[in-house]
C-alpha cells in the first residue's frame, strides 16, 4: 500500500482494455479511489485532455470488467513501455470500484494480522 498521495494506493494486477489509447492490453500495477497505473508494452499516443473509456478486469474477482472513465495525469515512454497514471472521473462502476478498494484494504489488515491474503473465494477462477 502506497500512502504518500491523497488516497491509499493498492499494489493489484489487473488487465486494462483501452482501445483508443492503445491498440495492445496492458497491465494495472496499482489503484486506489482516485486513479491507478497502467503500464503498456508498446508505445501509446496519450492525450492529457482526453477523457478515455477504461475497462479493468480485476484479478481477485470474476466479475465483468469495470467501466470507467478516466484522464491521464501523466504518462512515460521507456524500453518500449508506456507508462500511464490515470485520474478516475464519475463513471458507471464507481461504486464498484469503492467496493473493490474496500475489499483490498480489509485484505491488506488481515494479512498484517496473519501474514495471509485472504481472497472472496466465490469470485475466484480455479
Known amino acids: ?5 491523497q488516497s491509499e494506493r ?25 486513479g491507478f497505473k497502467a503500464e503498456f508494452n508498446a508505445p501509446c499516443d496519450v492525450d492529457a485532455e482526453k477523457e478515455y473509456n477504461v ?13 470507467l472513465i478516466a484522464r491521464p495525469m501523466w504518462s512515460n515512454f521507456e524500453d518500449g513501455k508506456t507508462s500511464i497514471g490515470f485520474y478516475i472521473l464519475h463513471s458507471k462502476d464507481t461504486a464498484r470500484l469503492e467496493k473493490y478498494i474496500k475489499m483490498l484494504k480489509e485484505d ?8 495471509i491474503i ?5 469470485s475466484l477462477f480455479i
Request: proline content about 2%; glycine content about 4%.
Open 1 to 5: 500500500m502506497k500512502k504518500n498521495r
Open 10 to 34: 493498492f499494489d493489484d494486477f489487473a488487465r486494462i482494455n483501452c482501445s483508443e489509447l492503445c491498440i495492445v492490453s496492458g497491465v494495472l500495477t496499482d489503484i486506489s479511489k482516485e
Open 55 to 67: 475497462q479493468i478486469r480485476l484479478s481477485r474477482i470474476s466479475a465483468e470488467p469495470l467501466e
Open 108 to 115: 491488506l489488515n488481515s494479512e498484517d494480522d496473519t501474514g
Open 118 to 122: 485472504s481472497y472472496d473465494t466465490e
